[in-house]
């Protein structure tokens, strides 16, 4: 729950990677197991998601075309065993119009990505009753 | 207004809770009376928040049901001898639809938190003639 | 790409300031050659844009009036000799309506800012093919 960040990564991610994939294979590479995550750009053909608690259930929103990546905040932290990327995005149209919600996936156009890592015991993520995974704390 | 930032806290909050209490509280018992807060998760109940700086005073906009919580970007500082959370947020509901401003008040449903304790002078907030009690600098 | 952060800002803008150029400005003044930034607060006559890469130029949307500075997360770097601030935006009004993208121009009204100097190599931008100054790494 007490983390030093003492390595700080500034990076871009090249375009046509999975905005997540590509986070979770830096985060592999660089042996981040608990970190925290900003970026700012542009993507496309973005599903959004928001989770039904009743239901127990993501319901995904597709949006098609390009988008700027107006904010993703998000973190690194293990699930099963693999490193487990949370983020959530808001991605604007031409007009500035702008939607919301847990990224589910999004093609890089242009990534400029904050990664922080945290260095203290690895926080890991369990299924709880609401049908999510989180930190066990 | 220069500060090291050596402790820094991710943590849940408990389901229930109200999300600023909450900070509050975590930073009360930290110790923490100047820092920087981030946040992702869902929330429910939620009321933002528009300062109207010709009738000095927020309107507040009310939000019933779940919401994603995209983004949550605030600070912890010093107000009247008491230690106050100053954050704004964008939620989105089960279309990607968006709404955003300053929190008022949200009940936590998962809250996944990054807490930085910024090491320097204490941040004090005083009135000013806008209404708003900004830091003093 | 890997940096250490000891020096952490936490400031307000004056009224009335551009709020890319107040940045800039405390940037220079700092001798902040790379770093990342967050704010919240309020602005008013906000320019955003979306970026066209067929036509690899912005478009920009005018926003009269004051909205709340909702969040803004960006980055400091190099371009052309010159500090150059990349800060994309969300803003919402006093319906909690909100509009992002890539953030042209804004008056200050109140924006209170974290700013994480970067210690390392400096970034730098440079010219692709796509029209955008873009990190070269």
Known sequence: MLYKSTENYLFRLPEGDDLIEGL??????????????FAIGAVK?????YYDFEEKRY??????????LVSAIGNISVKEDNIFVHLHTT?????????????MKAKVVVAEV???KMIGNPLYRKLQPNGLY????
């Open 114 to 116: 904050l990664i922080e």
């Open 91 to 103: 991605v604007a149209n031409s007009q500035g119009k702008i939607y919301g919600g847990h990224l």
């Open 45 to 49: 053909d973005v599903v959004l998601a």
């Open 134 to 137: 989180l930190w066990d704390i």
């Open 24 to 37: 979770v294979n830096f985060a592999k590479q660089k042996e981040i197991l608990t970190g925290v995550i």
């Open 59 to 68: 319901k995904e929103i597709e949006l098609d075309g390009t988008y700027e």
